[in-house]
């Protein structure tokens, strides 16, 4: 019973995580990573905002979105 009751408890944490975003500098061929945030519901808010300021202030600077790890 205590597996089942820390297993639901890993999920949750794990559920609750968003995937690192990566951007790459097409002059330099830097990477810069934005994330992973908690998107928990008490947190969802905020953690939208942080990762949209986060690529928002890296495309200002000429890095564009790629797919995937670099």
């Given at each position: 019973?205590?597996r089942?009751?820390?297993?639901?408890?890993?999920?949750?944490?794990?559920?609750?995580?968003?995937?690192?975003?990566?951007?790459?500098?097409?002059?330099?061929?830097?990477?810069?990573?934005?994330?992973p945030?908690?998107?928990?519901?008490?947190?969802?808010?905020?953690?939208a905002?942080?990762?949209?300021?986060?690529?928002?202030?890296?495309?200002?600077?000429?890095?564009?979105?790629?797919?995937?790890?670099?």
């Open positions: 019973m205590k089942i009751i820390a297993l639901c408890g890993v999920a949750v944490v794990l559920a609750g995580c968003t995937d690192a975003v990566y951007l790459r500098n097409p002059v330099t061929g830097a990477v810069a990573k934005c994330g945030y908690d998107s928990r519901p008490i947190n969802s808010f905020s953690s905002e942080r990762e949209r300021g986060c690529i928002a202030d890296f495309q200002r600077q000429g890095y564009e979105r790629i797919s995937g790890q670099p």
